[in-house]
């Protein structure tokens, strides 16, 4: 799907696109938590939905499932002790997103989740779990 990926990404990518409902749940759920697969969960979902369009609401479902239980992994992973991190990976942006997150609440991520990449989404859900945000 993407050239871009390396060898055992394209491995990953290739095993979850041929389970079906439960690849794109993998992908979905490795992409929002520990790894990244820039827009593969998107294009699987595409293509699966194209090959059996009567399946497509079971992965649309699996697709958000997968997203939200990776993002949960991903703060609870922040929440035990990740502010070290997540002020090496925000950078200067760090500042910014914390007192977004702080001030923002839920509703600081609903919006991170709506914008349009490249909206460094992981780093705004790592954190709300850095920053004791209630789940």
Known sequence: MDGKLSGWKQKIVAFAGS???????????????????????DLLLIELSLR???????????????????CVLLYFIARKGGEAYFHRKAGERGKAIRH?????????????AML???T?????VFA????????
């Open 100 to 112: 977004w997150v702080e001030r923002n609440g839920f509703g600081g991520l609903l919006v991170a």
């Open 52 to 70: 059996h369009p009567a399946r497509m609401p079971l992965y649309a479902l699996m697709a958000l499932l997968g997203s939200v239980l990776g």
């Open 128 to 135: 709300a779990g850095v920053f004791e945000v209630p789940l």
């Open 120 to 124: 460094p989404f992981k780093i705004v």
């Open 116 to 118: 349009p990449p490249p």
């Open 19 to 41: 389970l079906g409902a439960p690849g794109l749940f993998l992908i979905s759920f490795l992409d929002s938590s520990v790894l990244t697969f820039p827009v593969i969960n």
